[in-house]
């Protein structure tokens, strides 16, 4: 089997490509990004990286030719950025590789999505697939990733799209590097009472699904998933912990939700009507940090035969020894 493996560079492309290459079942994997880190970069005789932009249709044309199926884990992700930059990323990229999978007769497309289009503002708990999404979108990153969605749904192609929740484990550049800049900075506080109930999920258990979903039978197909851990925890606990493992610790003191709220959405006036730039707080990103999120994942489990093997504690120590080793580096 020829895979094509889109974002194979980043944070989870990286760990799908370990796996792929293990699966015996596979004999050659097209690896794409835009730039490769010495941290998230393979050798081996199965893996052909190709380097460049999935918004060029020349360059999707030469990628997609003899897949037998597309793992698309590529994406701009951010909780700012304009529209435009977004739609190229996120819209444009899975337009060409849909037009060149129905062309060239791809079995399989996989597409990695997100919860982000679930978030509302308020506390949500055990979201269902089929629940109804926000009227609008918090920012351009959820909305494009559902315009992505709905480009699958009027394909013709044989699809699961993925929606996993914050990843962790080793590899992770941006979740829990964030958190940990912004305290070594001096700029992570408890936003809320930090008594909010989150789901985190384990790369390892995104991967297990993945591959489940390279086999997956007939009736699993064309249909969205969650992908969780399916243990929420509450959140600012796990922060301390990712802290105190790194000998640091999180003061108890809180702000206020709303204050904060209100503070993030001046910014991010100030930031549109200035330069663009994406100010320290995003309203999207208070909320991510104050708000209880937790999604069913039973659909998943009876139609995926998902089952999360890796705790959220056993991701988190995995990401700190990562952590401290490329610190140290």
Do not use: C
């Amino acid at each position: 089997m020829h895979i094509l493996l889109t974002g194979a560079t980043g944070f989870l492309g990286f760990r799908t490509l370990e796996k792929l290459i293990a699966n015996q079942g596979i004999d050659k994997i097209t690896a794409t990004g835009r730039t490769i880190k010495p941290t998230h970069h393979i050798f081996d005789p199965k893996v052909s990286y190709e380097l460049g932009d999935l918004a060029d249709k020349e360059f999707v044309a030469k990628i997609v030719s003899g897949v037998d199926a597309i793992i698309h884990a590529a994406a701009l992700s951010s909780p700012w950025g304009s529209y435009d930059m977004f739609h190229s990323a996120n819209v444009k990229s899975i337009q060409n590789l849909i037009h060149f999978a129905e062309l060239n007769g791809v079995k399989r497309f996989i597409y990695i999505s997100t919860p982000s289009m679930y978030f509302n503002g308020k506390d949500r708990f055990n979201i269902k697939e089929s629940d109804p999404l926000p009227h609008r979108f918090i920012n351009e990153y959820a909305k494009t990733k559902r315009m992505a969605e709905m480009e699958l749904e009027q394909s013709n192609l044989d699809f699961i799209s993925l929606r996993p929740r914050a990843l962790t484990g080793r590899g992770d550049t941006v979740i829990m590097p964030r958190l940990v800049r912004a305290f070594d900075e001096g700029r992570l506080r408890i936003i809320g009472d930090g008594k909010n109930i989150v789901d985190l999920t384990s790369v390892e258990n995104v991967v297990d699904a993945i591959q489940l979903s390279i086999y997956a039978p007939n009736q699993a197909l064309r249909q969205h998933y969650n992908i969780t851990n399916g243990e929420p925890v509450v959140l600012w606990d796990k922060i301390s912990l990712v802290l105190a493992e790194m000998n640091r610790q999180l003061t108890h003191k809180k702000i206020p939700y709303g204050i904060v709220k209100t503070i993030a959405g001046v910014m991010e006036l100030k930031s549109q009507i200035t330069n663009k730039k994406e100010p320290t707080l995003t309203v999207y990103g208070v909320g991510t940090l104050a708000k209880s999120f937790t999604m069913d994942i039973t659909k998943a489990k009876e139609f995926l035969g998902y089952v999360p093997k890796v705790s959220t504690d056993e991701a988190i120590m995995e990401f700190v020894q990562w952590y401290r080793n490329n610190e140290e580096n």
